[in-house]
């Protein structure tokens, strides 16, 4: 089949931006355009021309993209070429299947042929487009869209026609519908796309008259409109020289002039040199549709269709037998099918593809998406809810008693602290003694001591002289003996606090040594009070007293 569809014709124009390089075979016209573009302009240049980025869907598609850069120049050997194909951005690359997740701009989005040099780059959150170059033998190669190449252009037509046949000085100019300049004849100008229109001077000259025809179909057949006013000029020509312009035979007759006939199965066109087939289909017996052949016709069927073993009806090809939706639900129709995408899909342009649960805040904070589900998490400091894993509430982090004195929870987490004379450490939860709270080591005036001395009565005797002290308030000596022993308790209190605490050692040796100082003094006092029948013996200041009572007597 690539062996009819060989290179057909090819020529070069200016477009205003770049050379351009056409080519045609029997099925589409291919653009070559030599100046680099970023792959998004490339695709609007042909989108807006009437066409799209080349594709290479199949072998065919493979040989017709070889043959049209193999016409060009030998300079574009090593230049990258950008062809339709691309991976959008949030699509995932897929090495599962042919094309590894990239799409082709122009439908069908999806073919089984590929031809992949390496591995494209595994992303999902970058567009990647594919290129191609002759020194890699056409193998496609995926890169920055932003990068900058050579393109080509695809322009499908529904059919050709062969040039106009002149003699000279007769100048044909064509005008194809994907090209900004009309181009003149070239002898390797072998077909014309459905659409060209061809201005026709017959003497050449542009006072000339001119005429103007269509390449269009008739009956299903392509050829020039108005063709009866071609200036072919037939008593001018022989057969030697083009086979005098006939399609098929060329039949010399009297006064130098020519006649063309075509073989059998063929008719005679309008323009009296070119041939097509006869319509064999007229009450054909087919079902959908009516091929004419050089031998008859055959029969052919709608897509989705192939076929039946009578070779004239069809029957319907059942698609979710080649697993066309992969992984989901497939529903044949009549041509045709549908996907039932499976839940955490959508349906697009025939295609499911995943959704991303997390950009529709179906969790209160953290989503995960994954291929087809997503799950959700909650921050540090909450916890789902059993029957709601999207909802997330807060965790009471105080019932685990992470500190060591006082625990006030927060939302989303929780604050230690410690109760009087203490302060917090470092690590936030510990409680150390506060260093700024200082020991009270100096008695009050309740607790310090005191000796009540009455005098009531001197008894003096010169035989023998005596002072008999008087009695101690026994209430009050008991008293401050309850005091001291309260103090003696409070120090002790003190003591053991600070011996549990990290006070430096030498802070604690001082405060232990006065501690056992002042308990030692309160216990001596305390054994003073208990002798001598609760009475306290009077100091040695009395003595001086009661000399100088016994002086004044003795006076």
């Known amino acids: 089949m690539m062996r009819v569809l060989i290179l057909l014709w090819s020529f070069f124009v200016t477009d205003g931006t770049g050379q351009v390089i056409t080519t045609c075979t029997a099925e589409a016209c291919l653009t070559l355009h030599l100046e680099e573009k970023h792959f998004e302009k490339a695709s609007e240049n042909c989108v807006n021309n009437g066409g799209n980025l080349v594709t290479m869907r199949d072998e065919n598609e493979f040989q017709s993209v070889k043959s049209a ?124 796309p459905h659409g060209t229109w061809a201005e026709i001077l017959c003497d050449g000259s542009e006072a000339a008259e001119s005429s103007v025809s269509f390449c269009d179909s008739k009956d299903g057949v392509f050829g020039w409109t108005n063709s009866e006013r071609f200036c072919t000029a037939r008593n001018k020509r022989g057969c030697e020289r083009k086979n005098g312009g006939c399609d098929h035979l060329c039949i010399e007759t009297a006064g130098a002039s020519v006649r063309c006939e075509c073989r059998d199965g063929y008719y005679l066109m309008n323009d009296q040199v070119s041939c097509a087939l006869r319509n064999n289909c007229e009450n054909s017996p087919c079902e959908s549709e009516c091929i004419p052949t050089a031998t008859g016709f055959s029969c052919a069927c709608a897509e989705g269709y192939q076929l039946a073993e009578d070779n004239i009806g069809c029957a319907d090809i059942d698609e979710c037998l080649l697993t066309v939706c992969g992984e989901h639900t497939c529903r044949n129709t009549p041509g045709s099918y549908l996907c039932e995408c499976n839940p955490g899909f959508r349906l697009v342009a025939g295609i499911c593809e995943d959704v991303n649960e997390c950009t529709e805040s179906r969790c209160d904070q953290g989503c995960l998406n994954s291929h087809g589900s997503f799950s959700c998490y909650c921050h540090t400091g909450y916890s789902s809810l059993s029957d709601d894993k999207g909802k997330c509430i807060d965790v009471n982090e105080c019932l685990g008693k992470p500190c060591e004195d006082i625990c006030i929870n927060t939302i989303g987490s929780f604050n230690c602290s410690c109760r009087e004379n203490f302060m917090l450490a470092k690590n936030g939860i510990s409680c150390v003694p506060n260093p700024t709270e200082k020991l009270q080591t100096t008695a009050s005036p309740d607790h310090r001591e005191a000796f009540v001395t009455e005098s009531s009565q001197t008894h003096v005797s010169f035989e023998s002289t005596t002072i008999n002290p008087p009695p101690l308030n026994r209430t009050k000596t008991k008293v401050d003996s309850t005091k001291r022993q309260e103090r003696f308790l409070g120090s002790s209190w003190i003591l053991v606090c600070v011996l549990a605490s990290v006070i430096p050692l030498t802070a604690l040796v001082l405060i232990s040594g006065v501690v056992i100082y002042r308990w030692k003094r309160s216990r001596k006092a305390t054994l003073k009070n208990t002798t001598a029948d609760n009475y306290c013996w009077v100091s040695s200041g009395l003595d001086k007293e009661r000399k100088q009572t016994i002086i004044q007597l003795n006076n």
């Open 69 to 192: 850069l193999l016409a060009a120049e030998d300079s574009i050997l090593n230049s990258k070429l950008w062809i339709g194909l691309e991976l959008l951005k949030r699509n995932c690359t897929d090495f599962t299947e042919e094309l590894h997740g990239f799409r082709w701009r122009s439908e069908p989005k999806k073919s089984k042929y590929s031809n992949w040099k390496k591995k494209p780059l595994s992303t999902c959150t970058e567009k990647r487009c594919v290129s191609i170059s002759l020194a890699d033998d056409l193998k496609w190669t995926d890169g920055s869209c932003r990068d900058r190449a050579f393109y080509m252009c695809k322009f499908l037509s529904k059919g050709m026609c062969k040039p106009i046949v002149m003699e000279e000085p007769g100048v044909v100019k064509y005008n194809l519908p994907f090209l900004q300049k009309p181009q003149t004849h070239n002898e390797n100008l072998a077909m014309l």
